[in-house]
């Protein structure tokens, strides 16, 4: 089994920057897929960004996030990263890092999930 662990989150004003990190426990971090969700209030969560486990694959954003965040892993040191820049007051939301078989980058279907950790966007 793998456990995932957030951290990172906070209170910024919009426009401002915040780094997310996700560190890994159980098996070989490097060989899974691994990614980010998050839930704002009072909506469903969604999809925010997806790396795969082999090193040459490319990342995947949400349309909503492309061009501000960027998603990237240590596997040195079991740690998933989520640079977010431009915040706008909408990305506030609990996010989730999440981890995978391979399959799981195309699927969307993850098999672990951290706590959460909130990232509130103010004006």
């Known amino acids: 089994q793998v456990q995932l662990v957030e951290s990172g989150g906070g209170l910024v004003q919009a426009g401002d920057s915040l780094r997310l990190s996700c560190v890994a426990s159980g098996r070989t971090f490097s060989n899974y897929a691994v990614g980010w969700f998050r839930q704002p209030p009072g909506k469903e969560r969604e999809f925010v960004a997806a790396?795969?486990?082999?090193?040459?694959?490319?990342?995947y954003y949400a349309d909503s996030v492309k061009g501000r965040f960027t998603i990237s892993r240590d596997n040195a040191k079991n740690t998933l990263h989520l640079q977010m820049n431009s915040l706008r007051t909408e990305d506030t939301a609990v996010y989730y890092c999440?981890?995978?078989?391979?399959?799981?980058?195309?699927?969307?279907?993850?098999?672990?999930w951290g706590q959460g950790t909130q990232v509130t966007v103010s004006s």
């Open positions: 790396l795969n486990s082999v090193a040459d694959s490319h990342p």
């Open positions: 999440v981890a995978g078989g391979r399959g799981s980058f195309y699927s969307g279907k993850y098999d672990y």
